[in-house]
């Protein structure tokens, strides 16, 4: 799971969790900054069980943006699409 936070020009929300559900953000036009922080302890908690249950080593998490992100410069009137997904890589033991 991941806590996304907008930088940039009066974002509205500038703050909120990652999930299935689009989020629409509006924003100012300049620059922007989309910034993820992952929520460790839930995710570390699925990983062992995961790896324990199945014999397998788990690497990541790590976000992987498709689109008009992280960083980037919006205009006056343009909307942008930025999707984050969360990768895990799977080795068996």
């Not at 900054?33 to 699925?46: H, K, Q, R, W, Y």
């Not at 199945?54 to 990541?60: A, E, H, Q, S």
């Amino acid at each position: 799971m991941y806590n996304i936070e907008m930088i940039g020009n009066n974002p509205n929300p500038n703050r909120f969790n990652g999930s299935t559900v689009p989020v629409m953000v509006t924003l100012g036009p300049n620059s922007f900054l989309v910034d993820v922080t992952v929520f460790t302890p839930v995710i570390e908690t699925i990983i062992d069980k995961i790896q324990s249950d199945l014999k397998v080593n788990i690497f990541g998490s790590t976000e992987h943006f498709i689109g008009h992100c992280p960083t980037g410069e919006i205009f006056a009137g343009e909307s942008l699409t930025c999707n984050i997904e969360e990768r895990l890589i799977v080795a068996s033991n």
